[in-house]
């Protein structure tokens, strides 16, 4: 029997207020999120969705579950409001077969989920290689009545749905009369009983890259379908959380369980989870008017909205400083002070790591254990991440004290010094995934000191100073750094 | 128009000889390489073929060509002489969904394959995603006559295919009596007209874990259709070359065959080239007897077959030893020798890199190019690469010659000296594949390097040599390092 460390609260989305979360199976998760479309490069705030909800399935991990996390990718492509696929746009674009288009960004989303220090779900299947999954999901909704076909598409009744299992826009807020004020003149909407209807199946134009057989058209299956189909094979008709932007629960998420409901009749998830918006400098990010960055300039500073670049591991700790459920405003400012913590943090578990205390006393254990039980207890507050950050950074203050003698190290237990490292550990590397980047750096700076210590060899052997020559040649030596005295200088090499 | 910078002739197994090789569309490669099936950790023999095939798809790019190089990943699992399905045998053992299986051991290839620096393909599909592919293949063969229907599965008809089209066996050199007199009691061989038939659809058992809807029945894709499906989906009906290891060849590519002449009418590749066995000490690979290693075993030295571990690098280096087409004895004095001639080569790379010539003469000129086209030719040879690696060591002996004085590196025009450099780099780095080992052992390094800086600096301090404490502190503040002197003694980070 597995034990489960926390009981942890999260937001729904669907009830609007925050909710113990009780797994359908105790002590198993089954998970899914919206993964990326793999058109294009992956944007910072699809970047803070995916970082968001991996310290969450960390967080549920380190907790005790065992966890089934789903997260997909979308290669088929959204049916654009233009009635375009974005696969297919992006295929003209690079002049390649849609399927290479995927590759090549699914290498390069991977890239940066790895960049960032995500750790990979479970399973990651792609839309198109579930179309007989989908068709089928079809063809139950057609059955149960709560689909048409028109012209060799299938479209969702959403009317007759709102009015046979008066649940439609339970998740958005949004009824039906609202979509029905809102709703424009999109392509095939002729073909429309009504204009909050949504394809679930497109036929597909000559022109139109990847399409495939159905018992309709051919074609290819409409945005929403996915998801539903691919949560439904791998983690049953109901399971436990279902995540996603905040920009998915209206129409995509929507649709989603409508389609669930439709096709087998229950909601999919118990708990549905959003990440909130990143801005740059308070505005919506967008290529349009130029406010916009991407992860690549980031990191290299080349940006006129950024003084200087920064690394992967301080733009997640950035990230961290604010709860996933709120907008995150991205600034230098920020980037700059983001910058600074993190350093303060790695340096704080370095000095962490050196401390050792005789345990003369244990009058500073209340205050280091209050502190770690309520960074824990941040955690299962809904995984307030800024919160539990703020305690972890009441104990990197304690930690410099006990350094610095500001507090007498002697008064640690043996116990509570252990707990404080073992836990510190626990959430800064296990739970928000950071790693200490200051490695990167290496081979530039072993360059620089191999050039340094080559320069003071040299100095020492001209003074005769055989007692630091020798020194530096027992040490390489141990090293297995071979330095090579050649016409051209000195050059050195690992053996 | 593109310009291809080599004639290249390669052994074919179709036709049993070597044939120049002419792409179906000028400056086009379209190539399809079995991939792994992910039910376990991939196999070192394994790791050969798809190193082969990455050398090869790399000298392709360097001659010039565009190339769609699509490699699949085997997630449906083969259907084994027991009948049962190998990723659910995996799925049993580990008590996972079939899918997080697969999912499990396609990101441990894929990080295997980026231990060995391989380039990714272009395409990779799943053979689970293409069962709509697959079903519609199985039903033009049945259109077209030559496949049969029993309780639910779907036998391809090898005596009428061999009758009609008289190519069975074209590419193993069987013939249908030899298969006949072969032919054991494999489990629904009774439910076969003729023991060579062979199953394109089977009926899933209840028990079956991984199964789909088709016509016939709930079940899943023979063995071998998967790759006849995708390669005819991404790169048509008949393209430029198809590859895997040698164990393939039969039953797997000659069944691709006859789907694919079955189905669309026509052979799917024009040049079939295959990578021979890797043995060890002589014998098979086989977990039966003990005589086996495994990648991870390797780079440990954990394992009673090495005396030491070895770099990724030198294994693969050993690999390029020998031909693809040859069998490939891994012996630990075999390694031992990669070791010294891999390290050999990247200390040569640095040498070449610090050549300087005043090019009084060009006398030396000749040998060098010669040399340097025959590493070449070598490659456009059925890709030798041992033969092309001698003439490089042949290069590595005139690069020390001329760092040595015993060959005057002023008789090396400034022209084939920036050759050299150049096709150096291309053969070794870009072609081969290798990079340079020794950055892995960084952090260590660096580490120690430190120690003997702070250690040196303290020892200046005591002695008043103002000199080199000055000079160490100008250098780190360089290299952006900050040294901290605290209670506990010295500490170190990066700013």
Redesign the interface.
């Known amino acids: 029997m597995m034990s489960i460390k926390h009981e942890i609260t999260v937001y729904n989305s669907l009830s609007r207020k925050k909710e113990v979360f009780k797994p359908i199976n105790e002590g198993f998760i089954g998970m899914y999120v919206c993964g990326p479309t793999v058109y294009s490069d992956v944007h910072l705030g699809n970047v803070r969705t995916f970082v968001s909800f991996d310290i969450m399935y960390r967080y549920l991990l380190h907790a005790g579950y065992k966890i089934?996390y789903v997260r997909n990718i979308t290669d088929v492509g959204h049916l654009l409001d233009d009635g375009e696929d974005r696969m297919s746009k992006g295929a003209k674009k690079d002049k390649l077969?849609p399927?290479?288009v995927a590759?090549?960004y699914s290498?390069g989303f991977h890239h940066m989920m790895s960049i960032f220090n995500t750790k990979?779900?479970?399973?990651?299947?792609?839309a198109?290689?579930?179309?007989?999954e989908q068709?089928?999901m079809v063809q139950a909704i057609l059955d149960n009545g709560l689909a048409y076909v028109v012209n060799g598409s299938v479209y969702f009744d959403t009317l007759k749905f709102a009015k046979e299992k008066e649940s439609y826009g339970q998740l958005s807020g949004r009824i039906i009369e609202d979509l029905i004020a809102e709703s424009r003149e999109l392509k095939n909407q002729s073909e429309k009983n009504h204009p909050s209807d949504f394809a679930i199946w497109m036929k597909a134009s000559e022109e139109h890259l990847m399409k495939?057989?159905s018992p309709w058209s051919v074609g290819f299956p409409g945005w929403h379908l996915e998801c539903s189909a691919m949560s439904t094979k791998?983690l049953g008709k109901t399971f436990d959380i279902h995540g996603g932007g905040n920009d998915l629960k209206f129409p995509h998420h929507e649709n989603e369980i409508a389609q669930n409901v439709g096709a087998c009749g229950c909601s999919p998830a118990n708990y549905w989870l959003h990440t909130n918006m990143l801005l740059m400098n308070g505005r919506k990010m967008s290529k349009s008017d130029g406010n916009t960055i991407s992860p690549d300039e980031l990191f290299s500073g080349e940006s006129p909205h950024v003084s200087q670049g920064y690394d992967p591991m301080v733009v997640k700790f950035f990230m961290l400083m604010t709860h996933y459920n709120s907008t995150l405003d991205l600034t230098d400012d920020a980037l700059k002070a983001a910058d600074k913590g993190y350093?303060r943090l790695?340096?704080a578990y370095?000095?962490l790591n050196?401390l050792e205390t005789k345990a003369t006393s244990n009058t500073a254990d209340d205050e280091i254990n209050a502190l770690l039980d309520q960074a824990f207890a941040d955690m299962n507050d809904d995984f307030n991440t800024p919160k539990s950050l703020s305690r972890i950074f009441e104990l990197v203050t304690k930690i410099n004290s006990f350094?610095e003698?500001h507090i007498d190290i002697n008064t640690l237990s043996n116990e509570t010094l252990s707990r404080l490292r073992d836990d510190f550990y626990a959430l800064v590397f296990d739970v928000f995934g950071l790693k200490d980047a200051?490695?990167s750096?290496?081979?530039?700076?072993?360059d620089?000191?191999?050039?340094?210590?080559t320069?003071?060899r040299q100095?020492a052997r001209e003074n005769k100073d055989w007692g630091?020559s020798d020194?530096?040649r027992d040490?390489?030596s141990?090293?297995?750094?071979q330095v090579k005295d050649?016409?051209?200088g000195t050059?050195w090499?690992?053996n």
């Open positions: 089934r077969e399927m290479e590759q090549k290498n990979k779900p479970n399973i990651e299947p792609r198109t290689g579930h179309i007989l068709i089928e495939w057989n791998y350093k790695m340096e370095k000095v050196a350094k003698g200051s490695s750096n290496d081979q530039a700076a072993l620089g000191l191999m050039e340094l210590i320069d003071l100095g630091t020194k530096i040490k390489l141990e090293l297995k750094i050649g016409k051209d050059s090499t690992f």
